[in-house]
Structure formats: C-alpha cells, structure tokens
C-alpha cells in the first residue's frame, strides 16, 4: 500500500492550480485496504500522529509538516454511520470543500453521494487475500488533463514508485 500511496501522491502534485479541495472516494468492504491506504498517504506526508480509522468520530484531520506538498492538510471521513442529510453539513463540508489547501478521504462515499463533487476521484479497493489488494481508478485523472500526460508517463511514474 505504500507504493500506491506514494505513486497517488504523486498524481495529486501534479494536478493544476485548485480553487477547492480535491475529494477522494474510496470504496470497498471492510477490510479491502481504505484505512490502511489513508495512513500510508499520511505516513509518506510526514505526519507523526497515529493514524486510526475515524468510523466512531466521523472525522480527523493531520496537518502536513512540510511544504513539499500543495496541501497543508489530509482530513479523513467515514460516512458510513452519517445517516441524515444534514450531518454533512454539521461537520462542516462546505466549508472544508472549498478549501484548496485540503486533500478529502471519503469512505463509504455513497452514504453522502448528494454532496460529493462531480469531479471527486474514485478508488476502489478490493480484497484479493490478506497481502494483496485490487485497487482501481474508475475515471480520468484530473492531471491528465491539466498536465497533459500520457498513459506511458504514468505507467513510468507508477514504475518509479516500484523501484
């Protein structure tokens, strides 16, 4: 999962200038890696914190140490206990939306699918055994169009990050 955190971070760096946050959707059964994804992210940003899943809070926030990245802070939900329309809007979304400074995990996303970006990325975590997971990018990435990169530039990016 480390690889892939850092091969997704590098995606996010090269994304265009932001007027608001970038949303991440991250789908899956429980146990298919969403969590463990999130703290491998946060890890590789330099966070020190112990990364735990926010199911019984909702919400955490882990500000980046460094400058090194075009975010200051990683906020992380698990909608799955949100059950009302407006708990979205009691934690603040969209407020915490509309902040550039700001990289959004969703799990269970579909629990809150109203207030979801158009543009929000989905990744889809699937159990293969307990060392292995299939994990799939189910649109366009955002920095293919503003950087203009090819299929063959990112399998070389992910080839980087194998390395």
């Known amino acids: 999962m480390r690889l892939f955190a850092a091969f997704f971070l590098g995606i996010i760096q090269a994304v265009g200038e932001k007027t608001r946050a970038i949303v991440v959707c991250l789908y899956g059964d429980l146990g ?3 969590t463990t994804f999130v703290k491998s992210v946060v890890a590789h940003t330099g966070v020190s914190d112990v990364v735990t ?3 019984f809070v909702i919400m955490k926030q882990y500000r980046i140490p460094v400058a090194a990245y075009r975010f200051k802070k990683i906020i992380h ?7 009302e329309r407006n708990d979205m809007d009691v934690l603040g979304w969209r407020e915490i939306e509309r902040d550039p400074d700001s990289l959004i995990f969703i799990e269970w996303p579909t629990r809150v699918k109203d207030f979801l970006p158009e543009d929000a990325l989905k990744i889809h975590f699937e159990f293969v055994d307990e060392k292995t997971r299939e994990i799939i990018i189910d649109q366009e990435l955002p920095y293919q169009k503003k950087k203009n990169l090819t ?3 990112i399998q070389q990016e992910k080839n980087n990050c194998n390395s």
């Open 53 to 55: 899943s926010p199911t």
């Open 32 to 34: 298919a890696g969403k």
């Open 151 to 153: 299929n063959e530039k």
């Open 77 to 83: 939900i698990d909608a799955y206990r949100l059950t």
